[in-house]
């Protein structure tokens, strides 16, 4: 039996047609969890990250925040050091889940049935780069994946994971930039004993 029903659908078309009731339930039921993704390499977890992480997570019922397991980058912190971290760090955010994920982002997002990406923009620098991979991902994902950008707070404006690692590496001073535990781990990584 043919069911055509009218929904608030992330796709720009207003009516979808089913053929199971069933369908719809689950169409449904789909629609009302708002989820997303937040991808990243998260070398390390940053307070920037982190304070997009808890923004994103007041707007969506969950969020998972996923680590770029990139075999051609040589990273600070393994993918499994980097979830711990991030698990760690958000443990008191309910309704963030803590992932990995190799490969396309809208393979990945697709797998998870989820519709929209978060980015956090901190400068007009990062706004070409962003705005292209937006763009692709939009564009190779037939429509399914939308990106959603979220401003950095201003006093997180200037951070990066590779300033840290750099700061880091000398010595340098990072406790403003990354949880105590965090900057902890990155000292032990240089060989700097705190
Ligand atoms: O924290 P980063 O390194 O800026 O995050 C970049 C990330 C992980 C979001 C981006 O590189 C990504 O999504 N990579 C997965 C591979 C992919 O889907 N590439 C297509 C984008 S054109």
Redesign the pocket.
């Given at each position: 039996m043919l069911w055509m029903i009218f929904v608030p659908a992330h796709k720009s078309a207003g009516c979808v047609i089913v053929n199971e009731i069933s369908n719809v339930v689950n169409y449904r039921m789909g629609d009302i969890m708002k989820a997303a993704i937040y991808?990243?390499?998260?070398?390390p977890v940053t307070f920037g990250h982190l304070d997009i992480i808890r923004r994103a997570a007041e707007i969506f019922d969950e969020l998972t925040v996923s680590v770029?397991n990139?075999k051609t980058k040589s990273p600070l912190f393994s993918v499994e050091e980097r979830v711990k971290m991030l698990k760690e760090a958000t443990k008191d955010m309910p309704n963030v889940v803590v992932d990995s994920?190799s490969?396309?982002?809208?393979?990945y997002a697709r797998e998870k049935n989820v519709h929209v990406?978060i980015?956090g923009l901190r400068a007009i620098t990062d706004f070409e780069y962003e705005l292209?991979?937006a763009q692709?991902?939009r564009k190779f994902s037939g429509g399914d994946l939308d990106t959603m950008f979220l401003t950095t707070s201003l006093e997180y404006a200037y951070l990066s994971?590779s300033t840290v690692r750099e700061f880091a590496s000398f010595n340098g001073d990072i406790s403003q930039c990354v949880p105590e535990f965090v900057a902890k781990l990155i000292y032990e990584k240089y060989g700097h004993v705190k």
């Open positions: 991808p990243g390499s998260f070398d770029l990139n994920f490969g396309l982002l809208i393979d990406a980015r292209q991979i692709t991902n994971s």
